[in-house]
């Protein structure tokens, strides 16, 4: 059984990335058993474990956790707090690897062609409507048509409903969203991944890959919120050799 998912996007090689799934760690129900987040309820030495072993298995480092509050501000790491108010991170420093926790928001993934910046960003929807992926792309040195975007796994269109506030929010920036939203009686089924491609596209990224994994669905593999309610949270990962 597989405990990671390895991004397929043309990253250089110098750009290491993962998605962690649920398998694999000590926690036990209804955290079980790779759950890094250690703001869910879980025991604190199960989430160290957990990430302990997370990094033996695959990190330079132990990642720079945020604490992430479903905004839009970017903290450039290695960061001078221990654990800053973000929901996006970028790097230009070997072995520092900067790391989102979801578990139904979008985790997304960038990286510059030449392979001297990354960024891992938290997109959940209110981040995504804000301009979360756009002030990511700000940092960057490289202009977005030279940077490479993966998405990760997130709810999908067929399980996230939204009401109509959701939708206005989104169709307020840019009225071609509407593509992304399914009527169900009062309410919206939302395609995140495709929300979040246009925006990227919109602020110039042309290259675009994603895994189209669904957390709420998918209930073997990924931590669920808005399914479970009390769970785990899964990581995306990204760093440079």
Not at 54 to 77: S, Y
Not at 92 to 121: N, Q
Request: with cysteine; net charge negative; glycine share 8%.
């Amino acid at each position: 059984m597989s405990e990671w998912i390895i991004p397929d996007w043309p990253a250089p090689q110098r750009v290491q990335a993962c998605s962690t799934l649920r398998h694999g760690g000590v926690s036990t129900a209804p955290w079980d058993s790779l759950n890094l987040g250690a703001h869910v309820g879980d025991a604190e030495t199960h989430v160290l474990q957990n990430r302990q072993y997370l990094k033996d298995k695959l990190l330079p480092a132990m990642p720079q956790w945020l604490n992430q509050v479903h905004g839009q501000d970017v903290v450039r790491l290695p960061a001078d707090e221990l654990l800053p108010n973000a929901d996006a991170a970028i790097t230009r420093e070997s072995g520092v690897v900067c790391a989102i926790m979801t578990a139904d928001c979008l985790p997304v993934l960038f990286c510059s062609d030449d392979g001297s910046e990354v960024a891992a960003a938290h997109a959940g929807w209110r981040g995504l409507c804000n301009g979360v992926l756009e002030q990511t792309l700000q940092q960057f040195r490289s202009p977005a048509r030279e940077i490479h975007a993966w998405l990760g796994p997130a709810i999908g269109p067929q399980a996230f409903e939204v009401g109509a506030e959701v939708r206005e929010a989104f169709l307020a920036h840019d009225v071609q969203a509407d593509a992304a939203f399914r009527p169900v009686g009062d309410k919206f089924f939302a395609n995140i991944w495709q929300l979040a491609r246009q925006r990227l596209q919109a602020a110039g990224v042309h290259s675009i890959s994603g895994s189209q994994r669904c957390t709420f669905t998918e209930a073997n593999d990924f931590f669920s919120y808005r399914r479970d309610g009390i769970t785990g949270r899964m990581a995306t990962l990204i760093w440079l050799r």
